[in-house]
């Protein structure tokens, strides 16, 4: 598996863009770039994935850098719903690890 | 939309005791999985498990624990003689396939505690 390098912690404000970025320099060129996010006292639950290009569904943008070493996810307005802990797992035909996440706190 | 529920969402059991952990996955998916987390820790994989067998397992899953779909819907864990160090929250989760831009849907987790 990739190793991946994410911040502990992030700060945010509400209403305000956050990026959260990912460092996956060794990755494999058939890993799709995933990202799960868990909120207090709940299971992981998806965000977004991707392979090369960038990405955009309702929760996110995942922006995905040339090289595919490093990627980072986009929330366009923070809520305080969005705080949790932010995972980013490359991922092949294996079974998915995360790693420790960055933990985003939204302030009001 | 489509959800893997997860019972008991808690248990407490006595230190020596079997544990059953049930799970129902997504009805169409065909990969299942469980992870744990104690707490404050990161999430940890411990077994998937595809047209009934194992197909991966870490090194956390060892002779104690056991895997079982027993019949079309259900996918269980059992952790024999539990130990205070299995208290932690089990998720359950499921996907349709293992290709790598699949995704894995997870449960809402039980959590074990162990006295």
């Known amino acids: 598996d990739a190793k991946t390098t994410q911040p502990n912690s992030m700060e945010s404000n509400e209403e305000e863009p956050v990026h959260l970025p990912c460092n996956h320099s060794?990755?494999?060129?058939?890993?799709?770039i995933h990202w799960y996010r868990q909120l207090p006292s709940q299971g992981p639950e998806y965000v977004i994935h991707?392979?090369?290009s960038n990405v955009n569904n309702r929760m996110a943008s995942l922006a995905i850098a040339e090289d595919r070493k490093s990627s980072t996810l986009i929330l366009h307005r923070a809520t305080l719903r969005d705080a949790a802990v932010y995972y980013c797992?490359?991922?092949?035909?294996?079974?998915?690890?995360f790693g420790a996440g960055t933990r985003l706190t939204v302030k009001p | 939309e489509p959800e893997v529920t997860q019972t008991p969402s808690h248990q407490v059991t006595q230190m020596g005791q079997e544990v059953i952990l049930r799970c129902v996955p997504i009805?169409?998916?065909?990969?299942f999985y469980w992870y744990r987390q104690i707490l404050g820790q990161k999430v940890e994989f411990l077994v998937s498990f595809y047209n009934n067998e194992i197909s991966e397992k870490s090194e956390i899953f060892d002779d104690q624990f056991s895997v079982e779909r027993p019949d079309g819907s259900n996918f269980t864990l059992k952790i024999r003689s539990t130990k205070l160090e299995d208290s932690a929250m089990y998720f359950c989760?499921?996907?349709?396939?293992?290709?790598?831009?699949?995704?894995?849907?997870f449960g809402e987790g039980s959590w074990l505690t162990v006295v």
């Open positions: 009805s169409n998916h065909l990969y």
């Open positions: 060794t990755i494999s060129g058939t890993d799709y």
């Open positions: 989760a499921s996907s349709a396939t293992q290709r790598s831009g699949n995704t894995i849907y």
């Open positions: 991707g392979l090369t």
């Open positions: 797992i490359p991922h092949n035909n294996n079974d998915m690890r």
